[in-house]
């Protein structure tokens, strides 16, 4: 039986400022890599056989949560190809598109033969693999925990209706039915609520920073021969330590949520330490001169609406939080993150800052399913001086406007990844030439060889 042909099919993914919205027309858009029109693909399909060509685009904003979403979406998009699980996939990933098409296989493995090719992809992960910043990382989860604990002892012991003595503007110590309401809630509701509370918080304390690892630790290719990551960059490809470190991504939105989060998980347990230190000594008060046997009882009434008013001010918090993240987001990540921008920009240029960063760090995958390819390696060493040397050809003769955007100010590596002339000489935007797209041609040609003689030999056996 004649063995079913198999199609081959190239996938782009742009990187960061890049895009056909990112270009001023159609034909420096088509001038790019990823489309089928430019050169580096005509070279491509002249030395490989390729059936269909697809073009993926993303926002190509340097922002960490729109990676996130054009992760999503280009699982979606690999999906929406219907492909037949016996077809190929040669995936040609920029930048940043590198990090989207790895997240988004995480996320949606496909059946098909595939080949990831990330050309100067900073594969950073957010995490910390220090002890001490993991601790950080979890810390408003404990705060909330610790405070959520207390409230739910609050709720458990029956005094549920003093929590809201102290909402501002309720006068519930008249309202006959609110507190008819509440006894019956204290007689029959209020523990298993408390039990509920103190469960969703350890979920929240656990589950979540548990989740996040597996998640970033999951690998569902078993076959090597079903999956492979080529990463090709250069050790001194300033272009990926200056683009890692911008402001939008230094300080990205991810780090503006934690820092609200602490505020509020501190504010919160300030209240609840309130309630306590104020209920200790109206205890202490009524030992003394009420009633020792008793005044226990009145203990928690008397700090919880302390609580109580912390809980209106955690509402009021997650009412304003929507205003703060989508309408001050930019300005706010903008100011916190210049002092640390200004001094990555002074200290990351060249291959010192690049390996102090470890930009280009190994993706959590098994290492077998993982080819790296820097100017180390021989087989690449000299596609890679190419490379080089155009992008400092270029750059001589681009030198005086390319200081100058460079000394602009914070935007001008838009300025500078929007202009094509500029680009090319920036060697993390000048790995697509003629010899790049050979090197690639050749090792897929080689690779699909050995899998048809792997699978020759199987079923001779």
């Known amino acids: 039986m004649p063995e079913t042909k198999r199609k081959r099919h190239v996938v782009s ?55 996130r979403s054009g992760s999503r979406r280009f699982a979606k998009f690999l999906k929406s190809l219907k492909l037949p699980p016996e077809d190929e996939v040669l995936i040609l990933a920029h930048s940043h598109g590198g990090n989207i098409a790895l997240d988004g296989l995480r996320k949606k493995p496909i059946p098909n033969t595939i080949s990831l090719y990330s050309f100067g992809t900073p594969f950073i992960w957010k995490d910390s693999r220090h002890p001490f910043g993991a601790i950080l990382s979890i810390m408003p989860n404990i705060i909330f925990f610790l405070a959520i604990l207390a409230l739910a002892f ?78 090709i960059w250069r050790t001194d490809d300033e272009a990926i330590a200056i683009l890692s470190n911008e402001p939008n991504i230094s300080a990205p939105i991810s780090i503006f949520n934690s820092f609200f989060r602490f505020v509020a998980a501190s504010l919160f347990v300030g209240f609840v330490l309130w309630a306590m230190y104020d209920g200790y000594y109206q205890f202490l008060d009524l030992r003394k001169n009420v009633d020792s046997t008793k005044s226990w009882n009145y203990v928690l009434p008397m700090g919880g609406e302390k609580m109580g008013l912390g809980l209106s001010v955690m509402i009021l918090l ?23 921008n200004s001094l990555l920009r002074k200290t990351s240029m060249g291959e010192d800052g690049y390996l102090r960063l470890d930009a280009n760090n190994m993706p959590h995958i098994p290492r077998q399913f993982d080819n790296d390819f820097n100017e180390s390696v021989q087989e690449i060493a000299p596609v890679l001086e190419a490379v080089k040397k155009n992008s400092d050809d270029y750059l001589l003769e681009n030198r005086t406007t390319l200081m100058r955007m460079m000394s602009a100010g ?22 697509f030439t003629g010899d790049m797209a050979r090197f690639i041609a050749k090792r897929e040609a080689n690779r699909k060889a050995a899998a048809k003689q792997a699978r020759e030999a199987e079923l001779a056996t």
């Open 154 to 231: 609050v709720i458990g012991s029956g005094h549920t209706q003093s929590l809201l003595y102290g909402v501002p503007y309720l006068d519930l110590p008249r309202n006959e039915q609110v507190n008819a309401f509440f006894k019956s809630f204290n007689s029959f509701t209020a523990y298993p609520v408390a039990i509920l509370l103190v469960i969703a918080s350890w979920l929240y304390l656990i589950g979540v920073p548990l989740g996040r690892t597996r998640y970033r630790a999951q690998f569902n290719y078993l076959d090597v021969n079903k999956f492979q990551l080529t990463r």
């Open 410 to 431: 914070d935007g001008y590596l838009v300025d500078v990844f929007q202009n094509t002339d500029l680009t090319k000489s920036l060697i993390h935007c000048n790995y």
């Open 318 to 340: 997650a009412l304003i939080y929507p205003f703060f993240r989508y309408i001050l987001k930019a300005p706010l990540t903008w100011l916190m993150s210049r002092p640390v």
């Open 13 to 67: 993914v742009h990187g960061t400022f890049s895009g056909r919205g990112h270009f001023d027309s159609e034909d420096a858009a088509n001038a790019q890599f990823f489309c089928e029109q430019s050169d580096f693909a005509k070279t491509l399909k002249g030395d490989l056989s390729v059936d269909a060509w697809h073009e993926f685009g993303w926002k190509g904003t340097n922002l960490e949560s729109d990676r």
